[in-house]
């Protein structure tokens, strides 16, 4: 396919074995009222990891990729992202969320701006970027993600397959240093699943920092360095993929295994 997805902020060389940490998380703890939804998160996440988060339905992985970008807030705990503290109450103001890139399931495109003007708005109002060269930036990605004939159409008139991959471009125009995937194919039919995971694998060889909700396996084998089970708001597993799939530690992830291998 296509050559690997690149970044400009991955050209930014790093002192030999001091990859920075990303995304510090400690103590996390969230409720929606009595509800304990996230129990004592800790997780650090480095520059450059690919890490997919799995778990049943319910166990809280959304909830834990929104607070990282504060769609969510926590009533507890320390969330750092690019060494920038996220400041619980002061949600969405912290300029350092410009660098983290959300890829939802249902792709969440404006639905009444063009494919172009999807890639363009962020990058022009946030990043400041003047037209001619956000339209440039929008071309570029839409190219990578095989979306650059489609510049003129309206989410609606797009295959959910399609619609997300624009959402991926649309992502990366704002050239994230981290970009967050909560389930991106989990609302596609499945024979757009591959088209999509095809993106998602070239963007995984750019290097950009990936951490992804999805329960395709064959992804997590493919891309990831390590995969995180949740369960009941707890991580309870943090393992290399093969060893996860093969050897799982927990009986609650060995259940889930079961029932997603079958
Ligand atoms: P997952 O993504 O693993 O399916 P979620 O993070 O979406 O899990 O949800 C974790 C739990 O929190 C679920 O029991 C869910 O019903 C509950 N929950 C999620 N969002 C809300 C909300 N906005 N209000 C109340 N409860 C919520
Ligand atoms: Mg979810």
């Not at 410009?98 to 494919?115: C, I, K, S, Y």
Request: hydrophobic letters at 40%.
């Amino acid at each position: 396919m296509n050559a690997p997805i690149q970044s400009r902020y991955l050209q930014d060389t790093l002192p030999a074995g001091d990859v920075p940490v990303v995304i510090d998380i400690q103590g996390l703890n969230k409720w929606y009222g009595d509800y304990h939804a996230l129990r004592d998160i800790n997780l650090r996440v480095r520059q450059g990891d690919r890490i997919v988060l799995c778990g049943p339905s319910g166990s809280g992985k959304s909830s834990l990729i929104r607070c990282i970008n504060q769609l969510e807030t926590a009533q507890h705990g320390h969330i750092e992202i690019l060494g920038a503290n996220i400041v619980q109450t002061a949600p969405k103001a912290a300029p350092v969320l410009q660098d983290v890139g959300m890829v939802f399931q249902h792709f969440n495109l404006f639905p009444h701006l063009t494919v172009l003007d999807n890639c363009t708005l962020a990058p022009m109002s946030v990043r400041g970027l003047r037209r001619q060269g956000a339209q440039e930036r929008a071309c570029h990605f839409l190219d990578k993600v095989g979306m650059r004939a489609h510049l003129c159409k309206y989410p609606a008139q797009l295959s959910g397959g399609q619609q997300q991959r624009v959402a991926i471009a649309r992502a990366l125009c704002m050239e994230p240093k981290i970009i967050l995937f909560d389930e991106p194919t989990a609302a596609l039919d499945p024979e757009m699943v591959k088209e999509v995971l095809d993106v998602m694998v070239q963007l995984a060889e750019s290097g950009v920092t990936m951490l992804c909700v999805t329960h395709e396996m064959g992804f997590a084998r493919q891309v990831a360095e390590r995969v995180l089970f949740m369960d009941e708001g707890s991580i309870v597993e943090d393992n290399e993929p093969e060893l996860f799939f093969t050897l799982p530690r927990s009986d609650r992830a060995r259940a889930f295994l079961q029932q997603i291998l079958v």
